[in-house]
Structure formats: structure tokens, C-alpha cells
């Protein structure tokens, strides 16, 4: 599970919001004297996701020689045990000068850091907080850990911030993968669907997926299971609906939140128009991988510039999924029907890519070094090191002082770079910036 560590100066309010997270009192019991104090850990849950919160009360005990050195001693430990650090100021105070001294300390470490000001009830706790951006630590999480205020925002900011959950279904070599076929009616997706089928085992016909106007079917082939959750197409299918399907953006919608991959099924005599795009977007939006189905291949005369115009529609229109792959097809006579799954494969693998830090911070450090960050207000913004808090899809968090103000161009020139180093066409990718350290 991930450690969380809650740090700051004493009297800041770590205790109430270590129990306010923790959900309950807990007695700090004392170690037996003279073993060596053990640090004690509760589990919590934390936007959603099981942690362990660390329990750094006791480290207060040590050598009191200033405030700076034995939040330092304390901090020290807890950063080296934790995948996030919790930075607590009180608001209602404002900074002091140990806050600053140990914010400084802290941009300099590598594990995240979620700045806290507490005690923001009532009024001037505001004022503080916004005080708080000075630390170089990003946007401060306004909260009240005594009156519960701010709790729910500092859940979600939180969770942001934590490492990839271990999804124990990732590792299970069974698990089938899960593939959302969404397209424009007419497109030909339940003639894919048959043509996908057609030689393949079923493992279950039809069932509820999970969401309302879902149907899924399994099959395997030589690969593995497939899971498709599907809407219209299928439902025709399985004789679920007769009626005329009208592009359901609901459906499409909830078939994308089951699904890793979308094969978004284009008719290529008739090209992508918008609603295409549209239906793209809302894969990229759901953070889905992305493969191109170009189907009717068959009925299409002039192939060069059928390829050459979706090439640019993709290039002008479509830009946050660069590379996507597109499989030219035909469904009705089967010609190149092999090739999707092996692409939707190859596509997911890069999806659920995680990238080791070295590696990563190798290419950071040489993106950074090519197009030196502008600057924001006159100041430069200092680009230290990036993690990858998540896959599925690749998330990038970069860190230093003001990165939070990185512009928008920046940003896009970082995740292509990104794109392209790490071989990820057709996948979205998610960028966060942060500020401090
Ligand atoms: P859906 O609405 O997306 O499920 O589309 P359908 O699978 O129902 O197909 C719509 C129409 O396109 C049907 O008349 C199909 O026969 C036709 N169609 C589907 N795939 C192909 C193909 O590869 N080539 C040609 N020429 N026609 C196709």
C-alpha cells in the first residue's frame, strides 16, 4: 500500500488530521522503553484507495535543538518511508520562518509533496492560504482538519498524487482484455463484431455490462480472452433491440469506461467527418486507447487518397492521439480483419506502460534541455524531474518551481516528446505540472 506521510511544524494540527484521515481516535501507545521507537502505521483510505498513514508523532520527541532541526530529523524519516508527503501549515498563524526553511528543504526532495494549510475556518484562513503559493510547494489544499472542511477536495487532490494503484487483476495473465468497438451507425460494426467472432470460441453470449445500454461477449483466441462491451452494434446482435440505433453518446460513453482499447469503426468510402471526431474525443477524454478500424476497404476506389485524407484529418483534428494506428479492413469480406487485434494488442501494451524513473528522468532531463521552459511573469520555470504516477493511460508528473504555470504549447511539446521517445502513437497522455521541490 502507499505510504503517506503527514509533516509539518508542531501545533499545526498533524494529530487531528492524521485522525481525521485514519476516521477514528487512536491512542499513540508509547513503545516498550528502550527498544528503539518503531514508527506505527494505520491504514486509511485516501481518495478512494487504501494507504498506510504514518504515524510521525512520536519522531517529534527527538533532539529538540531548534524546530527546523527536529521537524528535519522527524521529516527525514518519514519522506524516505513515504510515496507522498502530506506538508501541514497552519493558515490561521501564516508561514514562519521554520514553514519556509523546511519547504525549502522539502522542493528538494524526490517524493511528492501535497501542501495542507489547515485551521482555514472562518475568516483569514484564506488569506493565509493564499500566503502559502510562497512556499514553491503548488497550489495549496485548503482545509479544517478539526472541522472536517476541505477534507473531500484534499482526498481527490491526494489521490492524484499517489502511485499507480496495484490493480491485482493487471497481473493475472487470464484476464481478458477489454475492447469497446464504437463507430457512427453504418460504419459496420456489427459486421466486424461477426467477422471478429466468426472463428472464435464464445465464452459467454451476450451479458449486461456494466453500465445501462452496455452488452458484453467474451471469446478467446490464440492471444487471450477478449471481453468487448459494446453498444448499438451488439444489441442488434443479440436481438436486444430491433429499433434503428441512433449514435448513442451515453452508450458510447459507458461501453469507454469499460473498455482499455476503443476500435472506432469508420466507414472509408464515406472518410472521418465530425461525428467520428467527436466519438474519438470522447475516447481520449475517457483516457482509452485508440485503433482505427478503416473499414468497407473493399468498396473503395481511389485507396491512396482515401488513406491520404484520413492522414490529415487525423493530423489537423486529432492531434492529442498522434500515431493512432489505423488497420484498413473490410469486415464484409474479412480481408484484414487479422491485423486488428494484433494492433488493438500492441496498442494496450503501450497503454499500460510504465516507465522506470531513470528512464524517464533521462528523457526529461534531455526534453528540458532542448526547449528550455519559458518564462512566467518574467521568472523562469525551473523544470526538476518528472515521475510516472500512473498508467492506463501514461501519466507524467513534472516538478519545479513553477511548473504549475507551464503554458499550454510547453506542455503538449513534453507529452509528444514523450510520445515519441517512448513509442506510445494513439495512446492519450496525461501531463501534470507542479509546482516546488
Ligand atoms: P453498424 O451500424 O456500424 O453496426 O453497421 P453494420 O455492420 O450494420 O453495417 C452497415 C452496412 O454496411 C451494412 O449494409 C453492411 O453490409 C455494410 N458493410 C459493413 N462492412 C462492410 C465492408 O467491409 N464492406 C462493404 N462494402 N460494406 C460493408
Known amino acids: 500500500l502507499p505510504r503517506i506521510a503527514i509533516i ?32 506505527k502505521e494505520v491504514e486509511a483510505r485516501l481518495g478512494g484507495r487504501a494507504v498506510l498513514l504514518l504515524d510521525t508523532a512520536g519522531l517529534e520527541e527527538a533532539p529538540p535543538d531548534t524546530v527546523a532541526g527536529r521537524m528535519r530529523a522527524s521529516s527525514e524519516v518519514a519522506i524516505r518511508q513515504a510515496d507522498l508527503v502530506l506538508f501541514v501549515i497552519d493558515a490561521r498563524t501564516g508561514l514562519t520562518p521554520s514553514d519556509r526553511a523546511f519547504a525549502a528543504w522539502l522542493r528538494r526532495q524526490p517524493t511528492p509533496v501535497l501542501l495542507v494549510a489547515n485551521k482555514t475556518e472562518g475568516r483569514g484562513g484564506g488569506m493565509a492560504a493564499m500566503e502559502a503559493y510562497e512556499l514553491g510547494l503548488g497550489d495549496p489544499v485548503a482545509i479544517s482538519a478539526e472541522h472536517g472542511e476541505g477534507i473531500a477536495d484534499l482526498h481527490t487532490t491526494a489521490a492524484e498524487l499517489l502511485p499507480e494503484e496495484e490493480d491485482p487483476e493487471a497481473r493475472d495473465r487470464d484476464r481478458p482484455l477489454r475492447l469497446a468497438i464504437v463507430g457512427r451507425p453504418n460504419a459496420g460494426k456489427s459486421t466486424l463484431l461477426n467477422a471478429l467472432l ?44 430491433e429499433s434503428l440505433e441512433q449514435m448513442s453518446v451515453g452508450a458510447t460513453i459507458g461501453a469507454l469506461k469499460e473498455a482499455e482499447v476503443a476500435v472506432l469503426v469508420l466507414d472509408a468510402t464515406l472518410g472521418m467527418d465530425e461525428q467520428d471526431l467527436r466519438i474519438a474525443r470522447l475516447a ?64 494496450i501494451e503501450r497503454w499500460n506502460r510504465r516507465i522506470p524513473t531513470g528512464e524517464l528522468n533521462r528523457w526529461f532531463e534531455g526534453a528540458v534541455a532542448k526547449h528550455t521552459p519559458p518564462l512566467a511573469d518574467g521568472r523562469r520555470i525551473k523544470l526538476r524531474y518528472a515521475t510516472m504516477p500512473k498508467a492506463r493511460p501514461p501519466t507524467i508528473a513534472v516538478f519545479g518551481p513553477r511548473a504549475e504555470d507551464l503554458p499550454e504549447d510547453y506542455r503538449r511539446y513534453l507529452v509528444n516528446s514523450f510520445r515519441d521517445t517512448f513509442d506510445m502513437p494513439g495512446v492519450p497522455i496525461r501531463l501534470h505540472a507542479r509546482g516546488g521541490k
Request: hydrophobic share 40%; charged share 30%; glycine share 10%.
Open 8 to 39: 509539518g511544524r508542531p501545533n499545526v494540527g498533524k494529530s487531528t488530521l492524521f485522525n481525521r484521515l485514519a476516521g477514528r481516535k487512536l491512542a499513540i501507545v508509547d513503545d516498550t522503553p528502550g527498544v528503539t521507537r518503531d514508527r
Open 284 to 347: 481520449e477524454r475517457e483516457g482509452r486507447a485508440v485503433v482505427i478500424a478503416y473499414n468497407k476497404w473493399d468498396a473503395v476506389e481511389d485507396r491512396a487518397a482515401a488513406r491520404q485524407v484520413l492522414e490529415d484529418t487525423l493530423q489537423t483534428s486529432l492531434a492529442q492521439l498522434k500515431g493512432i494506428a489505423v488497420v484498413a479492413l473490410s469486415a464484409m469480406t474479412g480481408r484484414g480483419v487479422d491485423k486488428l487485434m494484433p494492433t488493438v494488442r500492441r496498442t
Open 198 to 241: 466468426g472463428e472464435e470460441r464464445m465464452i459467454t453470449g451476450p451479458e449486461p455490462g456494466l453500465t445501462r445500454d452496455a452488452v458484453a461477449v467474451q471469446w478467446e483466441d490464440d492471444e487471450g480472452k477478449v471481453r468487448l462491451v459494446d453498444t448499438a452494434g451488439m444489441r442488434k446482435k443479440a436481438r436486444i433491440s
